[in-house]
């Protein structure tokens, strides 16, 4: 086991070298002048010159990169062109909201759409069935800003309910922090709710014909203990295995729910940054989020072994 855990974070080396690669590359493989468009239209020839020194755009490719690597693994992601700031520093401002999000988004989902995929399987072909595969569909299918302006229009400007937009730490209470988290938290969530109720009820349909289920509900075994705690924990690898992949729904849907919420995280930060071209900060952010989800995958393959017995490396 420790040596399949060493293996693991070494491969991460090699992962994490091609992420910073093509992030890297983000600077030189954008269309047009990069140092022409940050400068402006009034900008001087002196000025273009002087941001394209800054962005190191002067030296060769590989010279550069090399530098930036360097300084990644010293923990230093560079500076904003815009606001002269640390990016460390405008990325630990922005991840308490974000971080809040995803976790209350992932635990909203998990604990909605297990439920709802373990209910199919066991109705399957039924009229519960067929509602909770059409909700799937229908979260896949409805764009997240769309669900997001919705949910605004309806429980924040029409009811008053919630707040419409913004974000409170979590220093100044409890229940503003929650209050402001669960119209994002629903809307991110749709999406992510769709994709595990629809592996759960797949993998929990094969678990349903095995003959230790027959077996159990031959014994009469209540339905409850049968379907949560027998079966479920016999179908939990394809579930945790998605719902680890599904981190990348978040990540990636955090972008569009933090703007249409107007919430200060790492979605708006990275929005505002491809906005003003400011390549330090977008850099930072998707290394930050890459690395993120290659740890999130490590651990998924760590659980294995506890949801499974016979999985051993």
Known sequence: ??????????????VMAIVGLFVFSLLYFAPGDPAAIIAGDQASPADIERIRASLGLDRPFLVRFGEWAWHILQGDLGTSIFTNLPVTTMIAQRVQPTVSLML???VFAVSVAVPLGVMAAWKAGSLIDRLVMGGAVLGFSVPVFVVGYGLAYV?????????AQGYTPI???LLPWFANLILPSVTLGLVYIALIARVTRATMLDV???DYVRTARAKGLAQGPLL????LKNAAVPIVTVIGIGIALLIGG?????TVFAIPGLGRLTV????????PVIQGVVLLFSFTYVLVNLAIDLAYTVLDPRIRY
């Open 1 to 14: 086991m420790l040596g399949f855990v060493v293996k693991r974070i070494l491969a991460i080396i090699p």
């Open 104 to 106: 209350v988004t992932l």
């Open 155 to 163: 429980f924040a400007l029409e009811l008053g309910w919630l707040p």
């Open 171 to 173: 220093q100044q209470g």
């Open 208 to 210: 349903l014909q095995q």
């Open 228 to 231: 949560f705690v027998h079966a």
């Open 254 to 258: 955090a972008v569009v729910t933090e």
């Open 272 to 279: 505002d940054a491809i906005l003003r071209r400011d390549y």
